[in-house]
């Protein structure tokens, strides 16, 4: 049986400032797709998403809608009562007849995995976790077709990887835009590419987009390669002179000006689409061979009369060439590390040793170093003229319109102030601007946010090639996979461990480092005489039977969290069996809670035994 057309957009055209955005668009979204969306910023991927919605009005075509239908829209700004709990906020995006106590019961189930507090007032959250609550109260309200744009930004690895599972588990239509690939293969089923003003679908889902596009594209390479060939043969009939035969070959003489427009145009396009950012290699100064040690380092903060551990004696040394991916939990410490890093804050205890002639290029995930009410042309200029100087001893220089240009920018828009760019936009002039003086040390923090692929592949590229030091905070998996070689990772507490690779070796390596521990562990419980290590702090008989029966406990409270997980993303439960949802999810969150308990145990036990 056929699915429902939920939505239709029908040869739909719209316009902005008399430049046309879409061009006789055509898409229809059906029960169950789970689609992403995906384009160049400023293809017109959040104008999509509104016509769908039926927030903006087409400047010609039709929009179809199957009556009684729900949409819900994940937006990128969002509204909101400051003195309203997070509770509250989320549970505002129902009507008041569908505010049950089941979906009171639903909407804690949400929040808790994104990281909030359902306690707290909207008016406190920072702009992350206000993103965060949003998402939240769109998934509450289980729409027929849910609309996410751009859902993974300031989530960490737990929470993407909960919504992976929530969105896998989606009853409803799903049409989502994110920049983060491995996300996109996760939930997508079908892509919408938008190019040239239309949509071209992939039926195979975004692991097989990117193999599919250059397919695609390789197609209108030779077919502009045979219109070209054509109008040559074309042009070479008009040479024999045109006069004589006027009236009878008018029509063809018609069709040649029709074939040049076409192929104008179509170049225009396709050059348009293959234009990329374009900038010579990272250029760096040397640095000392140690770049930045950490000895002892204690740091910490207080919060509702508690001390909460950021680092607990912590060394780390980092050296010149080091690519380090930094990833944790919300609120791990991953901030306060970058900070103390670059100077911005002081340990609690312990030393900092930071080398003399280091250099930092620091992209702020908050843009906090872009000024609104600045043009882009002041934003690369700052101390005036009309030239961006490249590198620390400003070495070269370039015209900032053609440094713009390089950045993909209009240079019709030098003039125009920051505060009118899109996010990506913004993720890109911030780019451009560190790009052009990348230091000897360079920390970006989530710089993928908002960046279309194109700008991710060059970012990744340039990167590559960067012989600096780089330090790297992202939640993007595939990102961290294709840039670092380490990977520090805030497990919370104050714990903080390394691993050699990737984000996928980091991975690997943590599923097997409880089982790896607790052999160890067994093989070194009756060392000989002159093996034995002497401890400062022995463990009591009663820690050491407590050590021994920690793993089994901590791999027993994993598997009862991941079924509860299971159980409470069936989207019925709480209709079917209200008084079980409510027990299991009481359930969840102990367990999380004893887990958690039950890891930082096992860590301090095993500390203390060394």
Known sequence: MAEAVLVSLEDISVKFGGKPLFINLKMHILEGDKICLVGRNGAGKSTLMRLIMGELEQDSGTRFCLPGITIGYLAQNVEFNAADSIHQFVMSGLADDKRSEDKHHLADIVISPLGLDANAAMGTLSGGQRRRAALARSLITEPDVLLLDEPTNHLDLGGIEWLEKYLGNYRGALVCVSHDRAFLAAISKKVFWIDKGMIRTCPTGYKGFEDWAEMMVEQEARELQNMKKKLAAEVDWTQGGVSGRRKRNQRRLNELFKLRDKLKADKAAYNQRMQSVNIDSLSTTQASKIIVEFKHVHKGFSHDGKNIPILKDFNLRIMRGDRIGILGKNGSGKSTFIKLLIGESKADQGRIFRAKNIEIAYFDQ??????????????????????????????????????????????????????????????????????????????????????????????????????????????????????????????????????????????????????????????????TAETKPISKNPLSGKERHELEKLPQKIQALEKEVEALRVKLLDVDLYIKNPEGFDISSRRFAEAQHELEQAESRWLELEEKKL
């Open 366 to 527: 908050n843009r906090s170093f872009l000024n609104p009410d600045k043009t882009l042309w002041d934003t690369l200029c700052p101390d005036g003229g009309d030239h961006v100087f490249l590198g620390s001893e400003k070495q070269r220089s370039i015209h900032v319109c053609g440094y713009l240009k390089d950045f993909m920018f209009d240079p019709k828009i030098a003039r125009a102030r920051v505060s009118t760019l899109s996010g990506g936009q913004q993720n890109r002039l911030m780019l451009a601007k560190i790009l052009a003086n990348p230091g000897n040390v360079m920390i970006l923090d989530e710089p993928t946010n908002d960046l279309d692929m194109d700008t991710l592949d060059m970012l990744q590229e340039l990167l590559s090639e960067y012989k600096g030091t780089l330090l790297i905070v992202s939640h993007d998996r595939d990102f961290l996979d294709r840039t670092v070689t380490e990977i520090l990772a805030f497990e919370g507490d104050g714990i903080v461990e390394g691993y050699i690779g990737g984000y996928s070796d980091y991975v690997a390596k943590k599923k097997i480092a409880l089982p790896k521990r607790s052999s160890e562990k067994k093989t070194a419980a009756s060392p």
